[in-house]
């Protein structure tokens, strides 16, 4: 089988919600010689994005959401050791990541809390549904070294979050020490320069990228 036939493999999986057949594309994957990075990108996310198209248009529900939710943790168990593998010697600096308040979306979460962690970041990962309070309370534990937040909302009431994530940042005089990237499906650049963060990015490489610049 064809490198190419392994990750459309990994995707199909995802949008059949084949959760053991996903966890074995994955080791497919490997033993191939796929990097876990491209199993990822290439496969599983192309894969939860065709899943995201067709809830939209009715033709998915819930219930296969959240199983093809399931596929995609049951591959990355087995992808993230391979991706921690490659971790930078050099240390970037800290980043805090979280899902804002009430919004429990995690996978692209994880994925760039991983990636930031490979890439040179001590990652404090609050997980989903957390409070501006949490948040700031974490980031007055660095005592005003510069620290990175990379937040996530995938939804359009979670994003506004993002807002008073900012506000809470000047109010509590943290604004200088704090670079700021936020990102999640709605998240555009307009939204980034409206609510006065640093950055947005629109996948997991990108968003380790970007934040290795904003910190160096
Ligand atoms: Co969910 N859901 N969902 N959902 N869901 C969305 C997000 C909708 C867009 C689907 C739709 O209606 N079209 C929609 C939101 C609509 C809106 O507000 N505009 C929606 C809704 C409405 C809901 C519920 C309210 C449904 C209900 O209960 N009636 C409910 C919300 C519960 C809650 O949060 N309180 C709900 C529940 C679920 C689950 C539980 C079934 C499941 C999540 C499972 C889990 O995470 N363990 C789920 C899923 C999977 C989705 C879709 C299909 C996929 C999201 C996803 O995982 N994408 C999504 C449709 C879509 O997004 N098109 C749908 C794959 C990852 C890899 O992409 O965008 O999250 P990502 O992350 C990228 C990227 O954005 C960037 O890098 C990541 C990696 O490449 N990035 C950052 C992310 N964070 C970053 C931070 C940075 O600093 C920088 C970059």
């Known amino acids: 089988?064809?490198?190419?036939?392994?990750?459309?493999?990994?995707?199909?999986?995802?949008?059949?919600?084949?959760?053991?057949?996903?966890?074995?594309?994955?080791?497919?994957?490997?033993?191939?010689?796929?990097?876990?990075?491209?199993?990822?990108?290439?496969?599983?996310?192309?894969?939860?994005?065709?899943?995201g198209d067709k809830y939209e248009l009715g033709e998915l529900y819930l219930p296969h959401i959240m199983m093809s939710a399931k596929a995609m943790d049951a591959a990355m168990e087995i992808l993230t050791p391979e991706l921690e593998k490659d971790k930078a010697g050099e240390k970037i600096g800290n980043a805090i990541t979280f899902v804002q308040e009430g919004d429990i979306h995690e996978?692209?979460?994880?994925?760039?809390?991983?990636?930031?962690?490979?890439?040179?970041?001590?990652?404090?990962?609050?997980?989903?549904?957390?409070?501006?309070?949490?948040?700031?309370?974490?980031?007055?534990?660095?005592?005003?070294?510069?620290?990175?937040?990379?937040?996530?909302?995938?939804?359009?009431?979670?994003?506004?979050?993002q807002k008073d994530t900012m506000e809470a940042l000047e109010k509590e005089g943290l604004r200088k020490s704090v670079k700021v990237m936020f990102g999640g499906a709605p998240v555009s650049e307009r939204w980034i320069q409206e609510i006065g963060a640093d950055a947005t990015a629109k996948n997991a490489a990108d968003a380790a990228r970007i934040a290795v610049k904003l910190m160096t």
Do not use: P, Y
């Open 107 to 161: 996978i692209g979460h994880r994925l760039v809390s991983i990636m930031l962690s490979v890439n040179g970041f001590n990652v404090v990962d609050l997980g989903t549904d957390v409070s501006n309070e949490i948040i700031i309370g974490e980031i007055k534990k660095f005592n005003d070294d510069t620290v990175l937040i990379a937040g996530s909302a995938l939804m359009t009431t979670s994003m506004q979050g």
């Open 1 to 51: 089988m064809s490198n190419q036939e392994i990750l459309n493999k990994l995707r199909d999986t995802i949008v059949t919600q084949d959760i053991k057949g996903c966890a074995e594309a994955a080791e497919e994957a490997l033993e191939t010689g796929i990097s876990a990075f491209d199993a990822i990108n290439g496969g599983l996310s192309v894969g939860m994005k065709i899943v």
